[in-house]
Every structure is written in structure tokens, then in C-alpha cells.
């Protein structure tokens, strides 16, 4: 009884992991941020983040640091500054002009070089376009564009006028655009023809135009980028090469206040309409920028950076576009898919820009590991000097392929947890200085005060699992939900009100030695026989078997036991086939992490469902672990996904 009890109130701590990975010395001694970096920010956290927004360059600095009226944050206040000038302009001013800001690679392999001084100049002339088409400091910008130049060219002319983006991925449909215009109240709209995908051009305007019809919107200015026939609204399209291209390339710029809305971006909830998560100038970029530079180790004159997400996550707004461009990098930017026109093309891609720090997916690594380690062993990687994971635990297989077969036992790993509405990293490694262990995200960052603690707001022991929570303001942290102060307050505050904490929504462990383990969406934890038991530790005791490559679980509802695990694998590529793959799993599981957490059901699925942002939907699969009819399946990155699921298992093949 007491042990329900008390595992009713924490989650599960399942699995160990022994194996760990210091920095080489030379890495180390060369790193930008060392350890002391912790004990300054431990004294003073908030004249730490002084020093880093000192990073910056203002017009005017602020009179106070922080203004905290919980759970309502202002960094900075009274000081202004200029985001696309930093981002930017001062890179040209201090003799940096020719250096390359982005090696832009489409997919079909047409290719584009530019400079700051180039990207100074578009950026300019884009802020003229948009001043021109009515954008004003304080309006909104939707963004619906594929991962071309003029991507980041757009959200930087914005940033340069004043005036807030709201970026919304190429890959969602004209419904999705038109309720975030609508929300937002977006005066312009900036996309384009089309983007390559899978070989092929994919169309965007036509969803662009069925999503604008009925709304506020006044102009839309469309990049052309396939050459495909696209319909133009008399009045009201236009196309980029006629207005951006004839406007001078100088711009004069105000400055604005640290607290001016700088973008909103909307983030899926599971059913109820999306949250438009407002973020704003000053403390925002100090911690974009900071954070890039401490958790990447960014040397602007040697590092070739790429982060392989799209700009329409905020995985591209903080890394692809301000944190690295604020941080005068040179980077590598891809419109494609990675399977295109081949499954080494990433490979390919840091072959021939010598790419030396790459920052991924889980997803996609696991991706990798299905293709076969035979794919990058193609190719010379021997540039790479650090890996960065994102968006989902790691699990640790996962991470010791990616250090093996990507990093050459070389290259430390960084798993950085962080959320759309934090805005930049959290929870990371630093390169130079923490002994990594796969699949740990492994403490807060310098300035950053994360606690795991238990359903009252009490933290827990080392050794033990609860809920994350963030216990401190931070610089770049969600201003509110658009709009919707109240929904702010209800979604992230009122769990631990008594505390003041954020509630970050996932489940989450300490080792022994404190370090933190993220054990997925709080959502998603199973309950079998009273003991709350992470997705996430049974997927990594899955994935740690050679054959598998991925693996999601879910818990469906059972007579005896509450839930049951029910656990879907996708196989390796080079996995041996035949014998009886599901029993001999289940008893790997029950042996790695024990008899509670052995699966039910294994079905060996060909795909998994996923979100667009590489998420597993697990909702779907507990709707075919509990033989339901499938919920929505709109936002999946690929519909048919589930169709194969389903084809498969009514063949009878499956245990
Ligand atoms: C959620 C936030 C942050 C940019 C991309 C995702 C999960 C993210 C990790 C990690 C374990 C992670 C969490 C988080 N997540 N990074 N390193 N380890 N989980 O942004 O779409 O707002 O999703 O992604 O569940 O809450 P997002």
C-alpha cells in the first residue's frame, strides 16, 4: 500500500544507465563557457543574465534587470534595441560583410551564398517592401513560406519594421493558417509558389489563398520559388521580385523596447485551438544568443553550424534564425527532406560544406538507424566536432549510434530540453565541461532553475521521478498566450500556484547524481497496477535491442492491471529477421528495466505515427491498442501512416 501511494505520486524509476562521456581536454580548454560559469550565475542569476544581454547591442539600456508580477515577466525594461540590427548590421559594421551568413542548399541541389552584406542588403529592402504594403511597428506578419532565404529574409524585416511574425510551417493546410491569421489578426500574409519536397514542387498558394479568403488580410506578397502557375488576387497579391526587389537596399531602423513583441508562434494543443505563444525583443535574444553560444560552442570564424529543422518550429527561430545570426555564424540551411534524392543526403551535405557542429531530432536519428549505418559510412564526417539533439528524450541507443556512426567517438552530444514557450535552451549539457550520459539532458544551464517535483510541489530525491518545473523567471521565457492572459495563467501557472512555478507538462527523473532525465509528456504516462511508468524508459529499453529502431508505447486500458503496455517497433534496417521477435523483446524489456514494465502486446508496425514536428501521436495508437476507430488523423505528417498500422496488423502477422 505504501509503495502505491507513494508511486502515485511520482513516476517510475525504471531504468539505469552507467555509461558516461567526459570532454576531450582539448575541448574542454578551449570551450567558450567553462564551470565557473555556474557559480556566477548561482551568486547572481540575474546580473548573470546582465552579462549575457550585454552580449547585444542597445540604443538605450535598461533601468531595471527584472520586473517580476508572477506569472508576469519583463526583462530588461526601458531599454531598447533594434533585433535585425544585431542580427545583422553590426556584423557588417565590424568588417564581416563578406563573410558567409547561409549556404542555402534547395532540394533539387540549386544552391545560394550569402553574405551578412548580402543579407543586410535583402533584409533592407524587405523592410522597405513590407513599410511600403502597410507594415507598421506593432502589426502582424504571417509567415507561410518553405525553408528558402527568403524565410528568414522575411521574419528579419519584421523584426527590422517593428512588427511581430507569426510563422506557420509550409506543411499545414489552409485551415490552420486561417485560424492563426484570424487570431492573430494578421495584416500581410509572405509565401510563395511552392517548395521542392520529395522531389517534386509542392504547392503552396493555393492553400496561402483559400485560407486568406474571408479574413482582415490586406496584402500578400508571394515568392516565386517552383515557377509553378499560381493565381494572383488583383489589389492584393504581389509578387516579391516586382516589389522587394526594386526597393533601395539601405534602410534606416528604429529601435524598440526590449518588451515589443518580437514573433507569436502557434503551438498544437492535443484538441483545443492552438496557443499563440507571444515572445518579445530583448530578453529573448540575450537568451537565444547566450545559449547558442554556450551550448554549441559557436566560433563564428571556424564553425560550419547546421540545424536541421524547419523555420516554421520554434527550433528554427531560435537556432536557424536568432541565435545563430545574432552570433555572426556561418550555417547551412536546407529546403528538402533527408531521403531526397537519397537516404545519404544529409551525409552528403556535411561532406561538402564541412558542416562541424549539426543540431537534430531524435526522430530523425532513429530515421538513420533504420536506413543503416552503411548510409554515412559513405561519407568523410570527420568535420563534425559537436551533435546536438532536440524535441524529444534521446533514447540512449539512439544517442551512442549518433556519437558512433555521426560523431566518430569524438564529438561531445548535447540533448537540450526546451519548449516553444521557453524559447531557448534549459536543460543541457555545456560541451566543455559535463561528463554526458545517453539520454540525460543532465542539469539546468547557467541562470536556469529547474526543479522535478512530486504531485504537491514537493522536489524529489535523487533516484526519484516526478514533473518538471521551471522555478524561476528566465529571460526568454512566453510573455502570455496571445490574447488569452487567462489561458496563460490556467495552462502553465495554476498547477503549482502555491509554489509559483511553471509547469512544463513533462515527467522527468534525477539519478543519483542529480542530473535529469526527461521522461516524456506527462499526458502520456502509463499506469499498470498502480505504478506510473514512463513511455519513455520502455521505448529506450526497446530501442537498446539491436533489432529495433523505433519503438512507441502507450497503455491500454486492461481488466486486471488498469493499462496495459502495448509497444509498436519498427525493426533496423539491417535487423535479422525471422524467430519470434515479440516474445524475445518482451523478455529484453523485462530483463533491462524489469517484470512491470514488460509489454502486453508487441506489434512489429512497418511506421509509426507522427506529428509534422517528428512527434509519435500516441493517442492514435492507443486507439488501435484499444480496437477504437481512429480519432483526427489531419495532423499527421503522413495520413496513410496509419492505414499501413492497421493493413498490417489485420493480416494476422503481428503476435
Ligand atoms: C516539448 C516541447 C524545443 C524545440 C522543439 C520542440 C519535448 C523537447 C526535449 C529533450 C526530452 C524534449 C518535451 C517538451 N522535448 N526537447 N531534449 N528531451 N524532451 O518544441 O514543440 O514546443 O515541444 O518537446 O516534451 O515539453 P515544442
Redo the contacts with the bound molecule.
Keep these: 500500500m505504501t509503495e502505491e501511494a507513494s508511486s502515485e505520486a511520482t513516476l517510475s524509476n525504471l531504468l539505469r544507465e552507467e555509461r558516461t562521456f567526459p570532454p576531450s581536454a582539448a575541448f574542454a580548454e578551449a570551450a567558450n563557457v567553462k564551470a565557473d560559469a555556474y557559480e556566477r550565475a548561482a551568486d547572481d542569476r540575474i546580473g548573470f543574465w546582465e552579462d549575457a544581454a550585454k552580449r547585444l547591442a542597445w540604443s538605450e539600456p535598461w533601468h531595471t534587470a527584472l520586473e517580476w508580477n508572477a506569472p508576469f515577466a519583463k526583462w530588461f525594461v526601458g531599454g531598447k534595441l533594434n533585433v535585425a540590427y544585431n542580427c545583422v548590421d553590426r556584423h557588417v559594421e565590424a568588417g564581416n560583410g563578406d563573410r558567409v551568413a547561409i549556404h542555402w542548399e534547395g532540394e533539387p541541389g540549386d544552391t545560394r551564398t550569402i553574405t551578412y552584406r548580402d543579407l543586410q542588403k535583402d533584409v533592407s529592402k524587405a523592410a522597405n517592401a513590407l513599410h511600403e504594403l502597410g507594415v507598421r511597428t506593432g502589426d502582424r506578419v504571417m509567415i507561410y513560406l518553405p525553408m528558402i532565404p527568403e524565410a528568414a529574409v522575411a521574419m528579419l524585416a519584421c523584426a527590422r519594421l517593428g512588427a511581430a511574425h507569426s510563422v506557420v510551417f509550409g506543411g499545414f493546410s489552409a485551415d490552420s493558417l486561417r485560424n492563426r491569421i484570424d487570431d492573430a489578426q494578421a495584416k500581410v500574409v509572405i509565401t510563395a509558389d511552392g517548395g521542392y519536397r520529395r522531389g517534386k514542387p509542392s504547392a503552396l498558394k493555393p492553400a496561402a489563398d483559400e485560407a486568406i479568403a474571408g479574413t482582415g488580410v490586406e496584402k500578400v506578397l508571394v515568392v516565386r520559388r517552383t515557377g509553378e502557375d499560381v493565381a494572383m488576387t488583383e489589389g492584393r497579391d504581389v509578387w516579391w521580385h516586382d516589389v522587394v526587389d526594386r526597393q533601395p537596399d539601405t534602410h534606416e531602423y528604429s529601435t524598440f523596447d526590449a518588451e515589443n513583441p518580437l514573433f507569436i508562434l502557434y503551438?498544437s494543443g492535443t484538441t483545443a485551438k492552438p496557443k499563440g505563444i507571444l515572445h518579445t525583443s530583448g530578453g529573448y535574444l540575450t537568451q537565444a544568443s547566450y545559449t547558442h553560444h554556450a551550448v554549441f560552442d559557436l566560433k563564428p570564424e571556424t564553425d560550419i553550424y547546421w540545424c536541421a529543422?524547419d523555420i516554421g518550429?520554434?527550433?528554427g527561430h531560435?537556432y536557424i534564425v536568432y541565435g545563430p545570426l545574432s552570433n555572426g555564424v556561418t550555417q547551412v540551411m536546407y529546403e528538402g527532406t533527408p531521403d531526397t534524392p537519397h537516404q545519404g543526403r544529409f551525409w552528403e551535405i556535411i561532406q561538402k560544406y564541412k558542416v562541424t557542429i549539426l543540431y537534430t531530432?531524435?526522430t530523425t536519428i532513429r530515421t538513420f538507424m533504420k536506413w543503416g549505418a552503411d548510409i554515412p559510412a559513405k561519407f568523410d564526417l570527420s568535420s563534425l566536432r559537436l551533435l546536438g539533439?532536440?524535441?524529444?528524450?534521446?533514447n540512449p541507443e539512439a544517442w551512442i549510434w549518433y556519437r558512433h556512426h555521426i560523431g566518430g567517438d569524438n564529438a561531445p552530444i548535447v540533448?537540450?530540453?526546451?519548449?516553444?514557450?521557453?524559447g531557448a535552451?534549459m536543460?543541457?549539457p555545456l560541451p566543455g565541461v559535463t561528463a554526458t550520459k545517453p539520454g540525460s539532458?543532465q542539469k539546468a544551464l547557467p541562470g536556469i532553475s529547474v526543479d522535478v517535483v512530486d504531485e504537491s510541489g514537493k522536489p524529489v530525491p535523487n533516484g526519484g521521478g516526478g514533473y518538471l518545473v521551471l522555478t524561476e523567471p528566465w529571460p526568454s521565457m512566453l510573455r502570455t498566450i496571445w490574447g488569452d492572459d487567462e489561458r496563460f495563467k490556467d495552462t502553465y501557472w495554476s498547477r503549482y500556484s502555491d509554489q509559483g512555478y511553471y509547469f512544463?507538462?513533462?515527467g522527468a527523473k534525477k539519478d543519483d547524481d542529480g542530473d535529469l532525465w526527461?521522461l516524456?509528456?506527462v499526458d502520456d504516462v502509463m499506469n499498470v497496477s498502480g505504478h506510473r511508468i514512463s513511455t519513455?524508459e520502455v521505448e529506450s529499453a526497446l530501442v537498446s535491442h539491436p533489432s529495433v529502431a523505433e519503438a512507441a508505447v502507450v497503455g491500454a486500458t486492461d481488466p486486471t492491471t488498469g493499462q496495459g503496455i502495448v509497444a509498436f517497433v519498427i525493426l533496423r534496417g539491417d535487423a535479422e529477421q525471422g524467430g519470434d521477435p515479440a516474445s524475445e523483446l518482451r523478455a529484453h524489456v523485462s530483463r533491462e528495466i524489469g517484470p512491470i514494465a514488460k509489454p502486453r502486446q508487441i506489434l512489429v508496425v512497418p511506421e509509426l505515427p507522427k506529428t509534422r514536428?517528428g512527434?509519435i501521436m500516441r493517442r492514435l495508437l492507443r486507439d488501435v491498442a484499444e480496437k477504437r476507430d481512429l480519432g483526427d488523423v489531419t495532423t499527421l505528417a503522413d495520413p496513410t501512416v496509419m492505414n499501413l498500422i492497421s493493413d498490417g496488423l489485420s493480416s494476422g502477422k503481428q503476435d
Design positions: 503551438t529543422a518550429w520554434v527550433t531560435s531530432a531524435p539533439s532536440v524535441g524529444e528524450p534521446i540533448d537540450t530540453w526546451w519548449q516553444t514557450e521557453t535552451i536543460v543541457s539532458a512544463a507538462g513533462d526527461l516524456g509528456r519513455t514536428s512527434k
